[in-house]
């Protein structure tokens, strides 16, 4: 490792080039992905002999991936999703592969593709225009769309029937609002059938058909762990009986059947590493793929040589694409990384902490007052910068239903290169342990899982005397700009410098101007509705306590943001200005225009990263290591 005076780390981090959504060719000829070398996410084709590029688009495909795109079955176009600057209010489009788009889907709402038929004719596809999320079936060849689902709560995870016939979703019509079922109807809604596969107050969802339509490949949480059932429907619906796989030790998520039908993929959380497992479907019987200890996943379909495709990452190595031989688990990279003038061997791997928790750390609550909760057994992630002594900066992970694993972060690898080290904790309501974990976070945001990031904080401080407790920052994005706006006001003897970006800090705001799929399946699923849970909302909204807030603070929003809409941030300002904060000089406050929940632009990153920095150089400093520095 060398010293990067004539190099600005910030820019070569935040330009790397980063793979997304790959998806093989129906013929496992080609693979496409969404790549952002240009400066910007685009559609490519690779060649998975010599890992060469193809542009597709230009400049027409969503600043940041949160729908992804499918093949045509005839392998001559891909169905993809348009929006406005990030606003997630898609359209579907289809692009030929010499870079020829046409509308396909053009409506008001938020539109989800999440199924083609076999015959490239049909689309199945989510979206909110009549307010919530249902979904509705699109005829390329006539342009007729028809909606095949009523529901006053979010119906999702459509998938189409081999045949074209039927297609199976799910949605929830019990009184227990945790709960999600399966059910399978006729392709033009009709006959829909609850397919009973978990109980009541669990969460079941389709997630793949088998090749004849006679199998389902479903998901389910009902033993607490995430586990895989395939629902046999050879002697119809309501006939239908399911074999269960997994769910006794890890928490694990189906994929997706294997071309033949007989054997499945499904996804294995361990701590914070994800890596594949192959079921046999007839036997039980299952293997682990052999992949590095980070996160792992195997895509649909298979490369015209019979090996699946397949994509890595770990904390210190970037994302790539690597062709995977099942009868020899061995793997080639098909498509490499791009490190551009760094070593990839000087990124930092984490140390994985742990410590008990009950929700009530020893500094004082300044906000609310807390009985202890249960004890658990919190795991995090520990990033050392080198730098001695080390300020530390506060990573909650966002959500809230994900946990921070071992994959590879610009932003912390920055965050290091600067000289500060990170924590990243899995607190109560983090999934990858289970639905009854998850559920801790049901009615008490703002509660015990804070107490597991402020308890996380002080345990590393007294555990490592390298870390410096006068320079604790707290940073968190979207449930993590929540938690930060929480731990500004809850626990401000901790901290010496707070930002919050596209965060949430009114619950009532949030509630009323989040999508219509978010209003039910977040806000409501976890803190009921408002004119019944009115204590709650407003006991756990960080804005009514700003008078707590410490520390200089930085609220950073998109304005096109359809999650955490914009008006989060401006209430939080505002509240600020009325408790006689002043703005630049107690805390400062950027909106992004072109930006919705985040974007995949390379300038973009680049400005993010420059706020960040400026801010916290500014407010706690430290000086730049030699982690994450480039060759000279």
């Given amino acids: 490792m060398s010293d990067s005076d004539d190099t600005d780390v910030l820019r070569e981090l935040a330009s790397l080039p980063t793979i997304a959504s790959p998806r093989v060719s129906p013929d496992g000829e080609t693979v496409a992905l969404y790549y952002d070398i ?15 590029l193809e542009q597709l688009s230009d400049g027409d495909v969503p600043r940041s991936v949160r729908a992804g795109f499918e093949w045509d079955p005839s392998g001559d176009r891909l ?3 348009r929006d406005e600057s990030g606003d997630e209010q898609h359209d579907v489009w289809a692009m030929s592969l010499d870079g020829e788009s046409e509308p396909v889907v053009e409506m008001d709402g938020q539109i989800h593709l999440q199924d083609v038929g076999e015959d490239g004719e049909t689309l199945l596809f989510g979206s909110s225009r009549d307010g919530q999320m249902n979904l509705y079936r699109h005829d390329v060849p ?13 119906t999702g995870s459509g998938r189409l029937s081999p045949g074209g016939d039927r297609f199976a979703y799910s949605t929830n019509e019990t009184d227990a609002y945790e ?28 997630v793949d058909w088998g090749p004849d339509g006679d199998r389902l490949l479903v998901g389910d949480n009902t033993t607490d762990l995430g586990r895989s059932g395939i629902v046999d429907l050879s002697a119809g619906v309501d006939e239908a009986s399911v074999t269960w796989f997994g769910g006794d030790e890890f928490e694990e998520s189906p994929s997706h059947f294997l071309e033949e039908g007989g054997r499945f993929v499904a996804s294995r959380t361990r701590g914070a590493v994800t890596v594949p497992v192959v079921y046999d479907a007839d036997t039980g019987e299952r293997r682990e793929l052999d992949f590095p200890a980070g996160v792992a996943s195997v895509t649909e379909g298979r490369l015209a040589d019979d090996r699946l495709l397949a994509y890595q990452t770990t904390s210190s190595r970037r994302p790539e694409l690597v062709a995977y031989d099942l009868d020899a688990d061995e793997t080639e990279t098909m498509f490499d990384a791009e490190y551009g003038p760094f070593d990839p061997d000087d990124f930092v791997e984490p140390e994985t902490v742990s410590f008990v928790s009950d929700g009530v750390p020893e500094t004082p609550a300044r906000a609310v007052d807390h009985d202890p909760s249960e004890e658990f057994e919190i795991e ?29 972060s610009y932003r912390v690898q920055f965050l290091l290169s600067r000289g500060y080290s990170v924590l990243q904790v899995n607190y109560r309501g983090s999934t990858g342990r289970g639905r009854e974990f998850v559920e801790e976070l049901y009615d008490d945001w703002g509660g015990a899982e804070q107490g597991d990031v402020a308890t996380g904080a002080e345990h590393v401080l007294d555990e490592y005397d390298w870390l410096d407790e006068d320079r604790v920052a707290v940073y968190g994005g979207s449930y993590g700009g929540y938690s930060a706006n929480w731990q500004l006001v809850q626990y401000p003897d901790l901290y010496a410098a707070g930002i919050t970006w596209v965060g949430v800090s009114d619950l009532f705001d949030m509630y009323e101007n989040t999508m219509p799929h978010f209003r039910t399946e977040l806000m409501v699923k976890n803190l009921g509705e408002p004119d019944e849970n009115e204590a709650i909302y407003r006991e756990r909204s ?23 809409p914009v008006s989060q941030a401006r209430i939080l300002r505002d509240a600020l200005e009325d408790a006689g904060f002043e703005e630049d000089v107690d805390y400062e406050y950027e909106e992004l225009g072109e930006e919705g929940h985040g974007s995949g632009d390379i300038d973009q990153k680049i400005r993010s990263l420059e706020l960040l920095d400026d801010f916290l150089d500014r407010r706690i400093g430290a000086e730049q290591t030699a982690v994450a520095s480039v060759d000279d």
């Fill in 38 to 52: 240009t400066g910007r996410n685009e559609l490519h084709l690779c060649d998975p002999t010599d890992g060469s």
């Fill in 79 to 81: 169905f993809y999703h």
């Fill in 142 to 154: 006539s342009g007729e769309t028809t909606k095949l689902t009523e529901y006053e709560r979010a």
């Fill in 179 to 206: 709960n999600s079922d399966v059910y399978v109807a006729d392709i033009d809604g009709s006959n829909a059938r609850n397919l009973n596969v978990g109980e009541t107050g669990a969460e079941a969802r389709p």
């Fill in 380 to 408: 995090g992630l520990l990033f050392d910068s080198g730098r001695r002594p080390s300020p530390l900066i506060v990573n909650p992970h966002g959500g809230p239903r994900h946990h921070d694993s071992r994959r590879f």
């Fill in 542 to 564: 960080p804005v009514n306590y700003v008078e707590n807030v410490d520390a200089p603070f930085l609220i950073v929003h998109g304005v096109n943001d359809p999650r955490v």
